[in-house]
């Protein structure tokens, strides 16, 4: 890991020498749409235009993209603004076309991560390609080795302006996301490759405007090097993503109010706040079990009614209750706590069943 910790050029990033914020549309609609967004971002505090030209969606007959032409306007935001401009690929054809019209960053999606060929197909495409910024966002299930691996693959090629997208990751379970972040495994991730910058996307974790903020101050916590934030001239209309972009003029006034915590927060404090992140990311998930199993209680308690079965049955709670505090015991949990946890729950299992009788 060394070796390829060593060789990730940091030089594109570092030289801004404050968080990198990427903004822009989900996807490139029209010209006017495109040069309205990039004009109304001031370029005081974005450096990198966003735009989605080619769109994986997850069901098909949805808008997959405006294609090429977009690629045109892009190239003009850059010419008028003096704004990098950035788009997302996903085979090598997309990877030459990109390359000739001049796009500065280029991001591989999450469904793309999650492909070896794809990825393997796009690094081939790469090769040589040294000035290139290729931003790779994290696979759609946590899986940091195929994560890494996708950078081993660009890196063999010779890509070495790297960076990593933190953009969530499915879950099946009911989430306040859209896409369940993980700090946790982002630290795990900056402990291996500590060289790699890291990029937040707010707007795919959470799936609407609301909780956009909260997201990005937690990304400030980690001292992430990068928010990558959707934008657009009319959200309300865009034809992808409506609920989750915002305004350039929203996303100014979300900056300031994340200016505010970099200059003030010590590093002591910084820390606190990430132990805290972690803990109410692990609660969030301890209570969304909690509704899950109770759920089932409910379904339970229907069913022994039915079949006329007792609602306490001694033998399975007895041989319940030696299990957990065993798996509990193996990963260094005291007994106290797991039958004080395990007897309320069943007391809350039992009440309900016995409800519904
Ligand atoms: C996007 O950035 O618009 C996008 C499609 O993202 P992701 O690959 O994270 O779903
Ligand atoms: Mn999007």
């Not at 085979?91 to 796009?103: C, D, E, P, R, T």
């Amino acid at each position: 890991m060394e070796k390829i910790n060593n060789n990730i050029d940091r030089t594109w990033i570092d030289k801004w020498n404050h968080p990198l914020i990427i903004s822009g549309p989900c996807s490139a609609e029209s010209e006017q749409q495109i040069l309205e967004t990039a004009k109304r971002l001031n370029t005081s505090y974005v450096q990198i235009f966003r735009a989605g030209i080619w769109k994986p969606r997850t069901k098909p007959n949805n808008f997959e993209g405006i294609g090429k032409k977009g690629l045109e306007w892009l190239r003009k935001v850059k010419k008028d603004t003096g704004l990098m401009i950035a788009t997302e690929i996903a085979n090598a054809k997309h990877v030459k076309l990109a390359i000739s019209f001049g796009i500065d960053v280029l991001w591989i999606g999450a469904r793309s991560t999650a492909s070896p060929f794809t990825v393997q197909e796009i690094a081939d495409a790469l090769e040589g390609e040294k000035d290139t910024i290729i931003l790779v966002k994290n696979p759609i299930h946590p899986d940091i080795e195929l994560w890494i691996g996708a950078l081993e693959r660009l890196l063999s090629k010779g890509i070495s302006k790297l960076g990593v997208i933190h953009r969530g990751f499915y879950t099946y379970k009911n989430s306040k996301y859209r896409n369940q972040p993980n700090w946790n495994l982002l630290l795990n991730f900056r402990k291996i490759l500590p060289r790699i910058p890291i990029i937040c996307d707010p707007s795919h974790i959470c799936g609407n405007k609301e909780g956009i903020l909260e997201i990005a101050k937690k990304a400030y916590h980690f001292q992430y090097e990068g928010l990558m934030v959707e934008s657009h001239c009319d959200p309300l209309h865009a034809w992808s993503d409506a609920q989750q972009q915002i305004t350039p003029e929203n996303l100014l006034e979300m900056l300031k109010k994340l200016t505010y915590i970099k200059k003030y927060d010590q590093k002591s404090k910084r820390d606190l706040n990430s132990f805290r992140i972690l803990i109410d990311e692990l609660d969030e998930n301890i209570i969304a079990l909690l509704a899950e199993r109770m759920n089932i209680s409910k379904k339970l308690g229907t069913l022994k009614k039915n079949s006329d079965i007792a609602v306490f049955q001694p033998k399975r709670w007895k041989n319940m209750m030696e299990k957990s505090i065993n798996l509990g015991k193996s990963l260094g949990i005291s007994e106290e706590l797991l039958e004080g946890v395990f007897k309320l729950l069943h007391q809350e299992s039992i009440k309900i069943q016995n409800t519904i009788r």
